[in-house]
């Protein structure tokens, strides 16, 4: 039976010039794993906000959205708000109580449950969810994956029959990123809950889907299973759809090129699937006819020597200076308050021109609080912060809501290059720029808090680059955007790296730094742990590594993108 069933649904806001969502049909079954896909702004978001009634944005729409073949308007308020959950981005964004506790009561006390059912539901889901030792606690001392854990573990206290998720692992380390998906593969599995979730990260949440829905421009482009969407993938039309694939299957479609022949079933998703299919893969019969023993391709074997080295070269595209650091600390030691636990300990840490730095880690670990140490926001306790003289750095806050001041998109730029002191003629030039970079075109004349948080972020980077910083202290730039804004994004910062400008970028986005990064450094228990160039830092990791140097650590130990080893293969010879 369909639990959801669009029919023709449109929807646009208020003064908008086009719909947000176009004639849009589907149904979803119950017990389906429904991922949801799409550049920034393409209307995932507010989908998911038409099928939670009490958040359905303001607008013009037709057609329909019914739950269990009623139309969602005629719901009773319980059977609404029981029954449908949704999980947000921002963490923070859903949480309303002082304590765990009354955060996970909250819910269950606007329903009216009596306290006998309240309590029984409560020690289930809090063991469940590990939760018992944070009971009493602070939501505020919470990390971003265990505030995401309490929001989940409180929407479902009510028992809904379907889960909605909008890029729930966004702010999530790797690890808790895992962690937090799997417990969505438990209630899917388990319970039979139908889950819907919005991702950009697919590595994890594909190869659970029984169906993949993809929307561009609000329009619903592809429905399919996962397999079927990524030989949809490899054909022509769709070819730009592969940047959503997983990992395994972007490898596959670039070394098969009759991957439409290919039967559904062989075509791999996950890291497991993937590492077999390339193990037979390079076992086949190579370019000059031969036929080599059963194992590894010898041009393989012979390109293993080779691999990370024009890797690192082509990830290095700045003119990092061996001279004195731009910035730097030196055994910092920093607590928030007095008798409080220190956040940071001792941290030593330099950076240099034209070098782009990724800080990793857990949530928690204080890479936020490094950040603001280093950009000037909080003043360590011990230690010293030294920079080069006039050196003026821009910071990018993981919450981007608290750049925005105007009514308008275009109103934030203008406002932020009157205050950067441009002329009008560098203001409109510069603003262009940024606008072609970000596409954020569409949205000028929208409310920065009306757009998307792929869009939000974007705004806010741009406005952070039109101060024209020599030192850009990110954190979480890639944060809720699609593949193709992290490119542009990466080319942004490729500009700003050859012109001389140090960045420093705090970041759950393995991928991305694997590719980018001159430089990564690793923060744990207060302190740097570990730093190297990325070639020698990921390939020693097991969690903060790269899909595809998993995938292929036995053939290319430290290959860490999927052109690291295209590159391997071409020059080996090795017939694609």
């Known amino acids: 039976m369909a639990i959801i069933a669009a029919e023709g649904f449109s929807f646009r806001y208020p003064d908008a010039e086009r719909d947000t969502l176009h004639e849009l049909s589907f149904t979803i079954e119950e017990g389906e794993f429904v991922v949801l896909l799409g550049p920034s702004g393409c209307g995932k978001t507010t989908l998911l906000r038409h099928l939670k009634r009490e958040l359905a944005p303001v607008g013009l729409h037709s057609g329909s959205i019914s739950y269990q073949g009623r139309p969602l308007a005629e719901l009773p308020a319980e059977t609404a708000a029981g029954d449908i959950g949704i999980v947000f981005q921002n963490p923070d964004a859903q949480i309303v109580m002082d304590t765990v ?78 962690e937090f998906i799997q417990t969505l593969q438990r209630l899917n599995e388990e319970l039979s809950m139908t889950v819907i979730i919005s991702e950009h990260r697919l590595e ?68 497991r699937e993937g590492k077999r299919w390339l193990h037979s893969h390079a076992a086949a019969t190579p370019a000059d006819g031969s036929h080599p023993a059963a194992g590894v391709h010898p041009a393989v074997n012979a390109g293993c020597a080779t691999a990370s080295q024009d890797g690192a070269a082509s990830r290095f595209t700045g003119k990092a200076n061996a001279a ?15 008798d409080g636990p220190e956040v940071l300990r001792k941290l030593t840490l330099s950076l240099h021109r034209g070098e782009l730095l990724a800080i990793m880690g857990g949530n928690g670990a204080g890479k936020s609080t490094l950040l603001h140490v280093l950009g000037g926001l909080a003043k360590p306790q011990r230690g010293k912060v030294e920079s080069a003289k006039g050196l003026k750095s821009g910071l ?17 730029l203008r406002h932020m290059a ?51 910083p ?58 740097i742990t570990a730093e190297g160039a990325p070639a020698e830092f990921f390939s020693s990791n097991y969690f903060y590594t790269t899909v595809v140097n998993r995938m292929v650590r036995d053939l290319l130990p430290q290959a860490l993108t999927l052109e690291d080893v295209m590159r391997t293969w071409q020059d080996s010879g090795f017939r694609c």
């Open 470 to 527: 020599g030192v850009l202290l990110l954190d979480e730039p890639t944060k809720g955007l699609d593949p193709g804004a992290k490119e542009r994004l990466a080319a942004l910062l490729r500009q700003l790296l050859e012109q001389g400008i140090s960045i420093i970028i705090v970041t759950h986005d393995v991928e991305f730094a694997a590719k980018y990064a001159t430089r990564c450094a690793m923060l744990f228990d207060g302190s």
């Open 396 to 412: 990018l806050a993981q919450n981007p809501l608290l750049y925005f001041s105007y009514d308008t998109v275009a109103e934030e």
């Open 324 to 338: 004195a650091p731009l910035l730097s600390c030196r055994e910092v030691t920093f607590r928030y308050e007095k």
């Open 204 to 271: 994890e949440v594909l190869p659970l889907a029984d169906r993949v829905l993809m929307l561009e421009d609000g329009v619903l482009q592809a429905q399919d299973t996962p397999r079927g969407f990524v030989r949809g993938a490899g054909q022509g039309p769709n070819a730009s759809h592969q940047a959503y694939l997983p990992t395994a299957s972007r490898l596959f479609l670039a070394l098969s090129p009759e991957a439409s022949s290919v039967p559904l079933e062989s075509i791999p998703l996950t890291v």
């Open 101 to 178: 506790w009354h955060e996970l009561a909250f819910a269950m006390e606007n329903m009216g449950y009596p306290p006998s059912v309240m309590r029984s539901r409560l020690a289930e889901i809090a063991g469940l969810f590990g939760l018992e030792p944070l009971l009493y606690k602070s939501v505020h001392e919470l990390s971003g994956g265990q505030k995401q854990l309490l929001n989940l573990a409180s929407v479902l206290l009510l028992q809904p029959k379907l889960l909605l998720l909008d890029e729930p692992t966004s702010q999530l380390d790797p690890v808790a990123a895992r």
């Open 418 to 468: 009157r205050y950067a002191g441009m002329s009008p003629e560098e203001e409109k030039r510069e603003i262009e720029a940024l606008l072609d970079v970000f596409q954020l075109h569409q949205v000028l004349d929208s409310h920065p808090h009306d757009i998307s948080g792929g869009q939000q972020q974007k705004l806010a980077l741009a406005m952070v680059m039109l101060l024209k």
